[in-house]
């Protein structure tokens, strides 16, 4: 927080008595997702857009892999109710990406979190799945430390967002997106 001092000509309207004042000026927060929060509500206001970014397009792009997110999903052990929601939460991601695909803010956002996603389901969720460790122990661990973190930092960078509004449904999502886009194995497949 910055601060600044108003002369005592501002002051008098306020307090008649005062003889200095400290106004507080919030800078929103000083992180990279903060930063884009703001700045994806001014370019939706100015009506900004342009081409996807490039490092966007890494997880944007089907790699190479024939089973899509429902097969993998079945391979990895978890219901048929459960790969219908897990449909239903990728398509509800999709359409909010779509919605937002062409501001560049909310494609930095998107890359931080892809970012975020692979990297935590590489750390801590491969070793489970090498393990064959049972889905509801894997489940609970993707909300522990995929989920939770990526939501807690939405939350604390996002906080006056009034455009994206992710859920944990739509973090969910973003992780059955990538599955689908061979980012993502819910099985150690040898030729995958």
């Not at 002051?11 to 927060?29: D, K, M, R």
């Not at 930092?153 to 599955?179: C, F, P, S, V, W």
């Amino acid at each position: 927080m910055a601060d600044r001092e108003v002369s005592i000509n501002q002051v008098g309207s306020y307090n008649p008595n005062a003889t200095n004042s400290t106004t507080n000026i919030y800078n929103g927060g000083a992180t990279r997702m903060g930063a884009y929060f703001r700045q994806l509500h001014q370019e939706i206001q100015d009506r900004t857009t342009r081409k996807i970014i490039d490092d966007l397009l890494f997880y944007t792009t089907k790699l190479d892999g024939t089973k899509g997110m429902e097969e993998k999903l079945h391979d990895g052990g978890f219901s048929d109710g459960f790969i219908r929601a897990a449909l239903r939460k990728k398509q509800q991601y999709a359409k909010k990406a779509m919605q937002f695909d062409c501001y560049p803010s909310a494609q930095e956002i998107n890359l931080l979190i892809f970012a975020d996603i692979i990297n935590a389901f590489s750390v801590y969720i491969e070793p489970m799945i090498d393990r064959e460790e049972p889905v509801d122990a894997v489940m609970e661990k993707i909300h522990e430390k995929v989920v939770a973190p990526i939501m807690t930092k939405i939350n604390e960078n996002g906080a006056e967002d009034q455009d994206l509004r992710y859920t944990t449904d739509h973090i969910y999502g973003m992780i059955y997106y990538l599955t689908g886009m061979c980012h993502l194995n819910w099985k150690n497949y040898d030729n995958v």
